[in-house]
């Protein structure tokens, strides 16, 4: 099931992972505030960082595709899975601004799962639709998920802050 999981999520893990790597230019909130006087997402979430983790997410969808087959992982899971993941995202950064956490702040477990949570929540029109053998198979396969990314998160993102692409190593 572990197996199934990580290649579930990996479009998502790319999505979320590489707009660190790409971010800059305009800024998804055009640094505007929302009703509470707080910026919406803040300086760290931008358009350029968006469209090119969802770009690679989507490659990363479509060569599982092709190694795993398309029955399994259909051009709608490669399109869905990297953009819920980015939308997570942004929610979780939405959430961090009301409860007054800087850009790059630290939230538990919400900065580990939004992502997640963003793709399970957009890929269910893919379990609806029976994709990988049913309903039962794809919540058993989004809970792994769900379960191992915490981890996994800490750990791809200490990396990223010993490699100084990231400020904190959370």
Same mark, same amino acid.
């Given at each position: @099931?572990?197996?199934?999981?990580?290649?579930?999520?990996?479009?998502?893990?790319?999505?979320?992972?590489?707009?660190?790597?790409?971010?800059? &230019?305009?800024? @998804?909130?055009? &640094?505007?505030?929302?009703?509470?006087?707080?910026?919406?997402?803040?300086?760290?979430?931008?358009?350029?960082?968006?469209?090119?983790?969802?770009?690679?997410?989507?490659?990363?969808?479509?060569?599982? &595709?092709?190694?795993?087959?398309?029955?399994?992982?259909?051009?709608?899971?490669?399109?869905?899975?990297?953009?819920?993941?980015?939308?997570?995202?942004?929610?979780?950064?939405?959430?961090?601004?009301?409860?007054?956490? +800087?850009?790059?702040?630290?939230?538990?477990?919400?900065?580990?799962?939004?992502?997640?949570?963003?793709?399970?929540?957009?890929?269910?029109?893919?379990?609806?639709? %029976?994709?990988?053998? %049913?309903?039962?198979?794809?919540?058993?396969?989004?809970?792994? +998920?769900?379960?191992?990314?915490?981890?996994?998160?800490?750990?791809?993102?200490?990396?990223?802050?010993? @490699?100084?692409?990231?400020?904190?190593?959370?």
């Amino acid at each position: @099931m572990i197996v199934e999981a990580l290649k579930f999520i990996f479009p998502a893990y790319c999505a979320n992972g590489t707009p660190v790597l790409a971010g800059g &230019g305009k800024r @998804m909130d055009f &640094g505007k505030n929302f009703v509470d006087g707080k910026r919406i997402f803040g300086n760290n979430k931008t358009f350029r960082g968006f469209f090119f983790g969802w770009g690679v997410g989507i490659g990363v969808g479509l060569v599982e &595709g092709l190694v795993f087959g398309f029955q399994n992982y259909p051009v709608l899971f490669s399109l869905l899975i990297p953009l819920g993941a980015l939308l997570g995202d942004l929610t979780g950064a939405f959430i961090k601004r009301r409860l007054s956490i +800087a850009p790059g702040g630290l939230l538990p477990i919400v900065d580990q799962v939004d992502f997640v949570v963003g793709a399970v929540v957009f890929s269910l029109p893919l379990a609806l639709i %029976g994709w990988q053998a %049913g309903v039962t198979a794809f919540w058993q396969v989004a809970l792994t +998920a769900l379960l191992i990314t915490p981890p996994i998160h800490l750990f791809t993102n200490f990396l990223a802050y010993k @490699m100084k692409l990231k400020r904190n190593p959370w």
